[in-house]
């Protein structure tokens, strides 16, 4: 089955054969998440970038009243978060919302 994140990818600009093998290469390690969990948390500093690889997943924010407001909603092929370049603390959560998987 063809990566979404190399879909995407695609859809830019061809990726050659080797192209395409350095992102599997580099999108391998997966990890599953269950339905309704956190995959990352506000104020955490990320040490590796992960791609959507199954499932939908959204960031929020936590509001006073206890609520949460969704800001974006992350499909198969969308990277999540691009802090682990600038080190910097997220500033949503990002959650499952369905089963899914994470590379």
Known sequence: MPS???GKLS???????D??????????HTRKHPLR???R???S?????MVIESGWACESDVL??????ILNFLLPGDVIHLNVLTRTPLDANISALTLGTTS
């Open 11 to 17: 859809s830019y600009a061809p990726l050659s054969r």
């Open 45 to 49: 500093v990320p040490s590796s970038v």
């Open 19 to 28: 192209d395409e093998a350095a992102v599997r290469e580099l999108t391998t």
């Open 64 to 69: 006073r009243c206890g609520g949460r407001q």
């Open 37 to 39: 969990r956190d995959i």
């Open 41 to 43: 948390v506000e104020g």
């Open 4 to 6: 979404p994140f190399i």
